[in-house]
């Protein structure tokens, strides 16, 4: 059973930049997608972006443009490179791996504020 662990979320200002990672235990496989949702209070869980085994991305409109999401096969990690954060983006970030079925990671908390 494949586990994912996130990490990289933190208290960052408006205009800043961070980086979150999803590391995952177990195997996984090219053919596995691999991604970010992100869920801000009271709100549902929103799709952020997707990689392919392929490498190749695709964003939310929102998003599109500032975020960029890459995976490595070896080490078995995906990505989320956040650039121009606004308060808008502060949630929880989930990433999630589907194949049969779909894994989510704990998530980790972004919080964009001044």
């Known amino acids: 059973q494949v586990q994912l662990v996130e990490s990289g979320g933190d208290l960052v200002q408006p205009g800043g930049s961070l980086r979150l990672s999803c590391a995952a235990s177990?195997?996984?496989?090219?053919?596995?997608?691999m991604g970010w949702y992100r869920q801000a209070p009271g709100k549902p869980r929103e799709f952020v972006a997707v990689?392919?085994?392929?490498?190749?991305?695709n964003y939310a409109a929102s998003v599109k443009g500032r975020f960029t999401a890459s995976r490595d096969n070896a080490k078995k990690t995906v990505y989320l490179q956040m650039n121009g954060l606004t308060p808008e983006d502060t949630a929880v970030y989930y990433c999630?791996?589907?194949?049969?079925?779909?894994?989510w990671g704990q998530g980790t908390q972004v919080t964009v504020s001044s």
């Open positions: 177990g195997s996984i496989f090219r053919t596995d997608v």
């Open positions: 990689v392919t085994g392929g490498g190749s991305p």
């Open positions: 999630y791996l589907r194949r049969s079925t779909v894994v």
